[in-house]
């Protein structure tokens, strides 16, 4: 069964503060995904990595950064919290298109 | 560019009622579509694969088919249960198989 977790769970912070979500994932898929959600939205791509090392820009990149240390771990950095920021963030892998996701981080920014 | 459109925000059913949710889809390639079911609290979690190969998916007692000519693809389950309580995720893989395009979610309540 493919695993995904994410760390923290939730995360309260200061706007103007920097934060780091966690993912990692353990099924040696390629292809890793960020997603935020948002109510009347639907999930969007932020950033996404098919292997160590590499980056792809989604849909939604303005005021995220994001980076794969290896397969298994990769990382979204917001080095200048916002308010707009404060949403629900997911993180998936995929093999073969079918994608496996964590449980998400609750992000607040005030 | 490719996209998909959910239109039900939010349906309502009776326990044993028949559930039929629609999205449409823009894409220049063969599609390859997928419903995600979401439990509060969780992840996302793939619920059935569509392709033009199979026309057709079917787990967990729902079927998913879809419709080239209206470029609509449907999720539909007979009888529904409470526990079926969710929101229901489409997605387009877009053309270069890489990643895919989320609909904005449909979310069921099931009453008893």
């Known amino acids: 069964e493919a695993a995904v977790t994410q760390s923290p769970r939730n995360k309260v912070t200061v706007t103007g503060g920097n934060v780091t979500l966690s993912c990692r994932q353990t099924n040696s898929h390629n292809y890793m995904y960020w997603y935020r959600q948002d109510t009347g939205h639907g999930l969007r791509l932020i950033h996404y990595s098919y292997g160590a090392g590499n980056l792809q820009i989604g849909d939604v990149p303005d005021g995220y950064k994001a980076t794969r240390t290896t397969q298994e771990d990769f990382f979204l950095l917001l080095e200048l919290a916002s308010p707009s920021q404060t949403s629900l963030y997911f993180c998936?892998?995929?093999?073969?298109?079918?994608?496996?996701f964590g449980p998400g981080t609750r992000l607040t920014v005030l | 560019g490719d996209s998909v459109t959910q239109k039900q925000g939010q349906v309502t059913l009776s326990e044993d009622d028949f559930l039929f949710i629609n999205c449409t889809y823009s894409t220049t390639t063969y599609p390859t579509l997928f419903w995600y079911v979401q439990y509060p609290g969780q992840g996302p979690q793939l619920l059935l694969k569509v392709t033009t190969a199979n026309n057709k998916g079917i787990s967990r007692g729902f079927e998913a088919t879809y419709d080239k000519g209206t470029t609509s693809f449907h999720l539909q389950k007979a009888s529904v249960q409470e526990s079926d309580s969710a929101v229901y995720f489409c997605?387009?893989?877009?053309?270069?198989?890489?990643?895919?395009?989320f609909g904005t979610g449909t979310k069921l309540q099931v009453v008893p």
């Open positions: 998936a892998s995929s093999r073969g298109g079918e994608q496996y």
């Open positions: 997605a387009l893989v877009d053309g270069s198989g890489t990643y895919q395009r």
